[in-house]
């Protein structure tokens, strides 16, 4: 069972776009959901994180700029980036955490969305 994440693309430096990221119904009792990101010759980065309760808590790279919000009826997260740098480049991952562990499994990944900005 995977999330599905889509939104990415390619937009200029000082650009926006809205990453998506759907869980299924067969996946409920999110607690928490996350957005990660991977640079080519990087390793993985949290981008930012919400709670059930709409906590969220951005990384300092992306704080001001991004702004994670999430549709509990629909089971769907959205995180909108502003003024897109060229740093920003990476292919963007969603995560759910799930309330409780069903056959060992907790954590829930979407499959990668490319988000390239251009200078």
């Known amino acids: 069972v995977q999330l599905q994440a889509s939104g990415g693309g390619l937009v200029q430096a000082g650009g926006s776009l809205r990453l998506s990221c759907a869980a299924p119904g067969s996946i409920f009792a999110i607690k928490a959901w996350a957005w990660y990101r991977q640079a080519p010759g990087s390793q993985r980065e949290l981008v930012a994180t919400?709670?059930?309760?709409?906590?969220?808590n951005y990384a300092d790279s992306v704080k001001g700029r991004f702004t994670l919000s999430k549709d509990d009826a629909e089971n769907t997260v959205y995180l909108q980036m502003n003024s897109l740098k060229p740093e920003d480049t990476a292919v963007y991952y969603c995560?759910?955490?799930?309330?409780?562990?069903?056959?060992?499994?907790?954590?829930?990944w979407g499959q990668g969305t490319l988000v390239t900005v251009s200078s």
């Open positions: 919400i709670t059930l309760t709409g906590t969220t």
């Open positions: 995560k759910a955490r799930r309330a409780v562990v069903v056959a060992g499994q907790s954590d829930y």
